[in-house]
């Protein structure tokens, strides 16, 4: 009799961890499916503040280095990138 016992436990360990395996992928496949691409690249600038990080670029003429944080907090920001010879 206790062998007939274990292998009953065997079987509803090995079918709870099947349910349980099944969940989860189906869990998973659900959230990439709702998921935007930005949303699965998980950036921490995505978050509720929504900030970019920060950067430093040169100016049109050369003639300084604009950051981010110093000059452009809290505004909309357009950049475009393109040759300026």
Same mark, same amino acid.
């Given at each position: 009799?206790?062998? /007939?016992?274990? $292998?009953? *436990?065997?079987? *509803? ?5 099947? $349910?349980?395996?099944? $969940? /989860?992928?189906?869990?998973? #496949? ?9 949303? /699965?690249? &998980?950036?921490?600038?995505? /978050? ?11 100016? *049109? =003429? &050369?003639?300084?280095? *604009?950051?981010?944080? =110093?000059?452009?907090? =809290?505004?909309? $920001?357009?950049?475009?990138? #393109?040759?300026?010879?």
């Amino acid at each position: 009799m206790p062998f /007939a016992k274990f $292998v009953q *436990v065997t079987f *509803v360990v090995l079918a709870a961890l099947g $349910v349980y395996c099944f $969940v /989860a992928s189906a869990r998973e #496949g659900e959230t990439r499916r709702a998921c935007t691409p930005l949303c /699965a690249m &998980h950036p921490d600038y995505a /978050a509720r503040n929504r900030l970019a990080p920060d950067f430093e670029l040169p100016t *049109v =003429d &050369h003639t300084r280095r *604009v950051r981010l944080s =110093d000059e452009c907090r =809290d505004k909309p $920001v357009v950049l475009i990138f #393109g040759s300026y010879t």
